[in-house]
């Protein structure tokens, strides 16, 4: 081929490609002259087949496109969401021309249909894998006001009706969730006592429940937690109230006021209390009538002092609020918020006055033979109870899968408690006990997700708890009130724990998990006592008694599950 013929064809391939050029441009817009953010575009020729050969996609408004194809006619289709579609006929399409074509759509009509309403009753309780889920609506009635009336309904659910404590198949749960968050801390009975019922839609128990999120499926845990689902409509704000109002026998007033506040945002949860009554109804999670430990004291019961002098404890046959007169005043208020993606901030606070009453006459009549006589005691006691206690957490994700934890709780409690007893109308017995309760406690935490299977954790943690007791006792003669005999004994009871831990986690497999833990812990508790007689100074007695306890331990478990079954090996190996 000669460079003539060449250059021949070069020239009739050119200009096929130049003449085969058609440009479509043009705006696509509502009937209000506003562009249409999205549109579909479509190219056919009907004249060959209704197939689409080529498509662009309008963004705003506007579309560009440069045809590959050959047409004898081209047909432009225009589809958008929510539009009626156009189009538009190009007949004979000149090649190498630039056409713009715009489009004005309609807004599709919509068709009302009637409303619908499916009701299907939901079945009472779920199960899924850990997880039980209580459906509210098949077990609560008219008469249940609080998230506390409903659970001693609920089967496997066991909850103490003077601590408010709860249990799960026999075992004491570790708290109560809201929404998944740990606002209670502890002292769930707060939640359980004042949440209003109609708040909540469903109460999951979760069994081998771990609150560190870089444990979960490595730790080795039998922890329950209940989890309360709220309501859909149920957040931002949400406030109720409650007003008793009555009168006693002898026409004054009997109140029960209890209101409390629940926030729940994306960030952010609280819920706040304010509560008073003097009908003897407890609405804290601490007891002062019957001096039930409260759920709290009995999670870290081995970092307190013990009370040497034990507190007035009231008993009855009665239940306690028809056995006892109070005038408690109670503020708690809980607060659980995010900042940014990877800190986590949560404080409690609590406040309590109260004061307590509790009369009882005891009359004893005794025959013997035929003679008879007749022995008669009154009993009054006063408490007055003070308590603030507050609670404050920082979790911070210091990389995907490394996170820091730092607790702090600090709590300051006085009592004062007068008795009264006389005997026979002759011998009256007075005595004032003054306790004052400090504790304080710092837990720092670091975990570090080594694999998917692998974890270590190292814990730091200090407390400290002092209990000063002034214990008076005095002997009057009822008759002419004369003095007969007055005791005074004080205590002074410190306690000091220090404790550090290693723990290492690791899933060999499915079904086999394996901790390991290394610690050692300090022990100091140093108690001072005096007895002393104000008329007899003979009489005084002191003790002055010191324990330090170092224990350096280790320990380590296996668990094996088979079906339903598990095998729980342990060691552990101290020096004292």
């Known amino acids: 081929m000669n460079k003539r013929w060449i250059q021949l064809f070069v020239f009739i391939f050119y200009q096929n490609i130049i003449f085969a050029q058609i440009i479509i441009q043009g705006r696509i817009e509502d009937m209000e002259g506003e562009a249409i953010i999205s549109s579909n575009v479509l190219f056919k020729d009907p004249s060959n087949s209704p197939e689409i050969k080529e498509f662009t996609i309008a963004k705003n408004g506007k579309y560009t496109i440069e045809l590959k194809k050959k047409y004898k006619k081209i047909l432009i289709e225009v589809i958008s969401n929510g539009y009626i579609k156009e189009r538009y006929i190009i007949e004979n399409p000149e090649q190498d021309k630039k056409y713009t074509i715009n ?76 929404e998944g968050d740990n606002l209670f801390g502890g002292n769930y009975v707060l939640g359980t006592k004042n949440i209003n019922v109609d708040m909540v839609s469903q109460i999951q128990a979760i069994e081998h429940y771990s609150e560190n999120p870089l444990l979960r499926k490595i730790e080795n845990t039998d922890d329950v937690v209940l989890n309360l689902k709220l309501k859909k409509g149920k957040f931002n704000f949400t406030g109720n109230y409650d007003v008793g109002v009555g009168l006693f026998s002898n026409k004054t007033k009997a109140l029960d006021l209890n209101g409390n506040l629940l926030g729940i945002t994306k960030n952010y949860k609280s819920f706040a209390t304010l509560s008073f009554n003097n009908i003897g109804i407890n609405n804290s999670p601490f007891d002062y009538f019957g001096f039930q430990s409260d759920v709290f004291k009995n999670i870290e019961k081995e970092y307190y002092a013990q009370k040497i002098i034990t507190e ?37 606070f609590y406040y309590l006055n109260d004061e307590i009453a509790n009369n009882k006459s005891i009359n004893n009549r005794y025959i013997i033979d035929d003679g008879s006589f ?40 006085s009592i004062n408690t007068s008795s009264s007893i006389i005997s026979n109308d002759y011998n009256n017995y007075n005595s004032l006990l003054s306790s004052q ?105 002191k003790n002055d008694i010191t324990l330090k306890n170092y224990d350096l331990y280790q320990a380590g478990e296996y668990k094996y599950s088979y079906n339903k079954w598990v095998f729980l090996p342990e060691y552990s190996a101290h020096f004292f």
């Open 103 to 178: 489009f004005v759509l309609k807004e599709a009509s919509t068709t009302s249909l009637d409303e619908i309403i499916v009701v299907a009753r939901k079945k009472p309780i779920v199960v899924k894998k850990d997880t039980v889920v209580y459906n509210i609506s098949s077990y609560k009635d008219e008469s249940d006001r609080k998230i506390q009336d409903v659970l001693t309904k609920l089967p496997g659910i066991e909850v103490n009706s003077e601590t408010g404590e709860i249990k799960y198949k026999g075992k004491g749960i570790k708290t109560v969730l809201l």
């Open 437 to 541: 309760n400090d504790y304080m406690r710092h837990k720092l935490i670091y975990t570090e997700k080594i694999s998917d299977n692998k974890a270590f954790q190292f814990t730091l943690f200090g407390s400290k708890n002092s209990i000063r007791q002034n214990y008076n006792i005095k002997e009057v003669n009822s008759e002419n009130n004369e003095q007969l005999d007055e005791k005074i004994q004080l205590v002074d009871n410190e306690k000091e724990v220090i404790e550090t831990q290693l723990k290492f986690f690791n899933v060999v497999s499915y079904n086999k998990k394996i901790s390991l833990l290394l610690g050692g812990i300090i022990n100091n508790n140093e108690i001072d006592s005096e007895l002393f007689d104000v008329y007899d100074d003979s009489v005084n007695n």
């Open 312 to 348: 007035k404890k009231f008993s009855s046959f009665l239940e306690s609020e028809k056995n006892n007169f109070n005038n408690q005043y109670f503020v708690n208020y809980n607060t659980n918020f995010r900042i940014g993606k990877n800190m986590n901030i949560k404080a409690n």
């Open 374 to 413: 007749v022995t008669e005691d009154t009993l009054s006691t006063k408490k007055r109870p003070k308590q603030f206690r507050t609670d404050f957490s920082l979790n911070y994700m210091l990389a995907q899968n490394k996170l820091l934890e730092y607790l702090v709780r600090a709590s300051y409690e």
